[in-house]
């Protein structure tokens, strides 16, 4: 079965798309997947089952990105195509059919994606990783647990916590057996000296990944008692690996994007999209958090 997936570009929708996929693994055993991404999300399919051919497009003006996806397919026969853009151009490719996605802010993307293939099927969103990716990555947690994953930083600001707050958070009394895992990519680093002054604290004992890829993070995130931070990809991810994910929202729809499965969101105190997430309390986290442990 020859399938086309045009994926999404952001990366917390392309985890959570990767449950379609996963679906489709297990209900035929002899597909194939061509898949269209941006350059963000390449790296989260690359080890993925039944893998054909990957076409990475990068955003060009007046849509022009547009000819590049159509070069790639309009010359193909498919069996099926799964558009998560709501694109026109699916409808101009030959296939036997064709599933065009189109979403909306009333429910969750996992509830939207059941209904989108009409299945009552649990779906679970799901990252591959090789052996290598495991091996590797594992060494540079050995003989640290308990663990605690910690993603301080999103795409946007707003959905951040204050650094500040995660060095109280974590310098409390009941964290102090714990190995922090700090996750991230350095350019989202909003205050560099704020960010070291957390990253040398004498009282928290830390791993640094920043920089380390999505799909790398897997495996360490399989060994987290836990992970805390924003509505971001790695949020997402973590959740995806059932590691008990904590995700602190504020301005996003947390109805929509929520981490999926036995997770749990702390919500700021003020929802209003003008706030950011300053009014949530350490004491709030610690309490959720507490709760759990």
């Given amino acids: 079965m020859k399938i086309l997936f045009i994926g999404p570009t952001r990366?917390?929708?392309?985890?959570?798309?990767?449950?379609?996929?996963?679906?489709?693994?297990?209900?035929?055993?002899?597909?194939?997947?061509?898949?269209?991404?941006?350059?963000?999300?390449?790296?989260?399919?690359?080890?993925?089952?039944?893998?054909?051919?990957?076409?990475?497009?990068?955003?060009?003006?007046?849509?022009?990105?547009?000819?590049?996806?159509?070069?790639?397919?309009?010359?193909k026969k498919w069996d099926l195509v799964i558009d998560l853009r709501s694109s026109a151009l699916s409808y101009l490719l030959f296939a036997k059919c064709k599933k065009v996605f189109k979403g909306?802010?009333?429910?969750?993307?996992?509830?939207?994606?059941?209904?989108?293939?009409?299945?009552?099927?649990?779906?679970?969103?799901?990252?591959?990783?090789?052996?290598?990716?495991?091996?590797?990555?594992?060494?540079?947690?050995?003989?640290?647990?308990?663990?605690?994953?910690?993603?301080?930083?999103?795409?946007?600001?707003?959905?951040?916590?204050?650094?500040?707050?995660?060095?109280?958070?974590?310098?409390?009394?009941?964290?102090?057996?714990?190995?922090?895992?700090?996750?991230?990519?350095?350019?989202?680093?909003?205050?560099?000296?704020?960010?070291?002054?957390?990253?040398?604290?004498?009282?928290?004992?830390?791993?640094?990944l920043f920089d380390l890829s999505l799909r790398e993070m897997v495996p360490i995130f399989e060994r987290c008692d836990f992970f805390i931070g924003s509505d971001s990809g790695l949020m997402h991810l973590s959740a995806s690996t059932n590691c008990k994910t904590f995700a602190l929202f504020g301005p996003t729809n947390d109805s929509v994007y929520a981490p999926w499965g036995d997770h749990k969101v702390i919500r700021s105190d003020k929802n209003d999209n003008d706030y950011g997430l300053e009014k949530l309390s350490v004491e709030k986290v610690l309490n959720n958090i507490k709760d759990y442990l």
């Fill in 11 to 75: 990366i917390g929708d392309t985890i959570l798309s990767s449950s379609i996929i996963n679906f489709y693994l297990q209900k035929y055993d002899d597909c194939n997947f061509s898949i269209i991404t941006s350059p963000f999300a390449k790296n989260l399919y690359m080890k993925m089952p039944a893998l054909a051919e990957v076409l990475v497009v990068n955003k060009r003006k007046l849509g022009l990105h547009w000819l590049d996806i159509l070069k790639f397919t309009i010359f």
């Fill in 104 to 208: 909306n802010n009333n429910f969750h993307k996992i509830i939207q994606f059941q209904k989108f293939l009409n299945t009552k099927q649990k779906l679970s969103p799901k990252i591959w990783y090789s052996f290598e990716d495991s091996s590797k990555n594992l060494k540079k947690i050995l003989n640290s647990k308990p663990l605690i994953a910690v993603a301080p930083y999103s795409n946007w600001f707003k959905k951040d916590w204050s650094i500040k707050n995660y060095k109280t958070l974590l310098e409390n009394k009941i964290f102090k057996n714990h190995t922090i895992v700090l996750a991230g990519i350095n350019k989202d680093v909003r205050n560099k000296k704020e960010f070291n002054d957390f990253l040398n604290s004498p009282n928290l004992n830390i791993i640094n």
